[in-house]
């Protein structure tokens, strides 16, 4: 089992619709979850984080987090062409260490 | 604030060659990563430092990667005796805060023909 895991997609989204991408993970001592946002070509860019079980919402962003069922998810409200673009689920198990595991990515194509 | 700086951009040699990478972080910034990527997969740890420490390495790192940070500032990765699976993209992070904090340069793109 994979430690970090994402569908990889393609996910085509309708512009203006939401956007949903999902993340599992397989240890249970993680505790800080990320979402990147990579452009074919380029290099990750940091979006969400979150370590607290619920909501975090940002601008058009929500990540979602579930500790106990071991689930963090992506919501894009709105969704604009230039959201099209691979998105990469990040876990860190936070003992004292400063290491990223990263899913595959989903890529995701919104479509005009 | 000028970003991650990694050089050179592109790189093919062939194997059995050397290289070595650099990496200028975000000024100030004391904390510094090296991931390295390949097609269709997420980026994979290779190792951190904290100033010039370096602080975590990766079991993907074989004796032939080395990384260096001299003083805390830039840091170079070299690879020994390349190999055709060492292609990828090996992208350089820093960080003034931590993990929530991660800004990575463009990558440099290492082909081991």
């Known amino acids: 089992q994979k430690e970090v895991e994402q569908n990889s997609g393609p996910l085509s989204v309708p512009e203006g619709a939401i956007a949903s991408l999902n993340c599992t993970y397989s240890?249970?001592?993680?505790?800080?979850f990320f979402w990147y946002r990579q452009y074919s070509g380029k290099s990750p860019e940091l979006i969400m984080s979150?370590?607290?079980?619920g909501d975090k919402e940002d601008g058009r962003f929500t990540a979602q987090l579930n500790k106990a069922s071991q689930y963090v998810s992506l919501l894009i409200r709105d969704s604009q062409p230039s959201d099209s673009a691979t998105y990469l689920c990040?876990?860190?198990?936070?003992?004292?260490?400063?290491?990223?595991?990263f899913g595959t990515g989903t890529r995701l194509t919104i479509i005009p | 604030d000028t970003g991650v700086s990694q050089d050179p951009r592109h790189k093919i040699t062939k194997r059995g060659q050397n290289v070595t990478f650099r990496c200028d972080p975000i000024?100030?910034?004391?904390?510094l990563y090296w991931y390295r990527q390949t097609l269709g997969q997420g980026p994979e740890f290779l190792t951190y430092?904290?100033?010039?420490?370096?602080?975590?390495k990766s079991r993907l790192l074989s004796d032939r990667f080395s990384a260096e940070r001299p003083k805390g500032s830039f840091s170079t990765l070299e690879i020994q005796r390349t190999e055709q699976g060492d292609s990828a993209m090996y992208l350089c992070?820093?960080?003034?805060?931590?993990?929530?904090?991660?800004?990575f340069g463009n990558g440099t793109r290492l082909t081991v023909t």
């Open positions: 990040a876990v860190n198990n936070d003992f004292g260490n400063e290491k990223l595991t």
């Open positions: 000024s100030e910034h004391n904390r």
């Open positions: 992070a820093s960080s003034e805060g931590g993990l929530f904090t991660l800004h």
């Open positions: 430092f904290q100033n010039e420490a370096q602080l975590e």
């Open positions: 979150i370590y607290s079980n």
């Open positions: 240890d249970r001592v993680s505790q800080s």
